[in-house]
Nanobody, 123 residues
Framework: QVQLVESGGGLVQPGGSLRLSCAAS????????MGWYRQGPGKQRELVAT???????NYADSVKGRFNIAKGNTKNTVNLKMSNLKPEDTAVYYC?????????????????WGQGTQVTVSS
């Protein structure tokens, strides 16, 4: 099992910035990637940004150029710096950890989720 602890979030005015952090613990030896997803009011959960162990990043088109995901200074932590926030960024943000194992030649994928942190962009 992997446990994820999130921090950050809150209320910010349009154009402002926030930083989210997530720390993973537990069975983390086979973590492949970590990242952030969000779920806005009445919407489905969607990808925001991910980063692999190798440092490859992936962003949703809606946040490219405004958000930056990076590994934290502490092992198995990830930070999401959000800039130029817009009201449509309002959502509950969830940290995700993706784990891959190989057993008897079979690949197994596991996803773990944090409890979520609210980000509200409003004047």
């Amino acid at each position: 099992q992997v446990q994820l602890v999130e921090s950050g979030g809150g209320l910010v005015q349009p154009g402002g910035s926030l930083r989210l952090s997530c720390a993973a613990s537990g069975t983390i030896f086979s973590l492949h990637a970590m990242g952030w997803y969000r779920q806005g009011p009445g919407k489905q959960r969607e990808l925001v940004a991910t980063i692999t162990n190798a440092g490859s990043t992936n962003y949703a088109d809606s946040v490219k150029g405004r958000f930056n995901i990076a590994k934290g200074n502490t092992k198995n932590t990830v930070n999401l710096k959000m800039s130029n926030l817009k009201p449509e960024d309002t959502a509950v943000y969830y940290c995700n950890a993706h784990r891959i194992t190989i057993a008897a030649g079979k690949r197994n994928d596991y996803d773990y989720w944090g409890q979520g942190t609210q980000v509200t962009v409003s004047s």
